[in-house]
């Protein structure tokens, strides 16, 4: 399987601020990478797919880059609702299980 | 709108079979060439893909879990479901069921996601 490695587990932060959350795959997954926010007692919701793609409704601070083995998410101004869990999950046509990093902690 | 819900018991005895339901609405499983699937998320292992199944009956399977999983399908009633077998207290997780952003993936983002369910193995 491929392996999801995010850091850092959690990030400390305020309303306004910059964040970058970093995703590393094991082996390459070209841009088969997608971005969730989770937040307490409800399941993910899909933010970025195919590494950099907006899903529809998602605001415009939130942006992924990345290909190959890395990659990130980017939130430009954190704004309240921002603050929840979010996690990578490679999606590689030729992987044998959809697999997820360990999750990121955006917190005040 | 599309939707989903998970349903089955919230308990399960240890070495026993967990048997969860997912009810489609908002439309059929049959559209779009959808892979319906299930994934769990625990404490210990975080977010652990399960399966997938296309409503023909073509189904994938985590190499993991899939000694003691089954998918299956219903189409006359806009279901799918999941028999895991044997658990035990690693079992002990949130399930969620899934559709993917695309068909005829089996490999794909998910954008829709049931309410999930909690299940506790019990000893």
């Known amino acids: 399987d491929i392996q999801m490695t995010q850091s850092p587990s959690t990030v400390s932060a305020s309303v306004g601020d910059r964040i970058t959350i970093t995703c590393r795959a094991n082996k390459s997954i070209s841009s088969f990478l997608a971005w969730y926010q989770q937040r307490p007692g409800t399941a993910p919701k899909l933010v970025i797919y195919k590494a950099s793609t907006l899903e529809s409704g998602v605001p415009s601070r939130f942006s992924g880059s990345g290909s190959g083995t890395e990659f990130t998410l980017t939130i430009s101004s954190l704004q309240p609702d921002d603050f929840a869990t979010y996690y990578c999950q490679q999606y590689n046509r030729y992987s044998r299980a959809l697999t997820f990093g360990g999750g990121t902690k955006v917190e005040t | 709108q599309w939707r989903l819900q998970e349903s089955g018991p919230g308990v399960v005895k240890h070495s026993g079979t967990l048997s969860l339901t997912c009810t489609v609405s908002?439309?059929?499983?049959?559209?779009?060439?959808?892979?319906w699937g299930w994934i769990r998320q625990s404490p210990d292992k975080g977010l652990e893909w399960i399966a997938n199944i296309y409503y023909t009956g073509n189904t994938n399977y985590n190499p993991s879990l899939k000694s003691r999983v089954t998918i299956s399908v219903d189409t006359s009633l806009n279901q799918f479901s999941l028999d895991l077998t044997s658990v035990t207290a690693a079992d002990t997780a949130v399930y969620y069921c899934?559709?993917?952003?695309?068909?005829?993936?089996?490999?794909?983002?998910?954008?829709?996601w049931g309410p999930g369910t909690m299940v506790t193995v019990s000893s």
């Open positions: 908002g439309g059929s499983i049959r559209d779009y060439s959808y892979y």
């Open positions: 899934t559709r993917p952003r695309l068909g005829g993936a089996p490999r794909e983002a998910l954008d829709l």
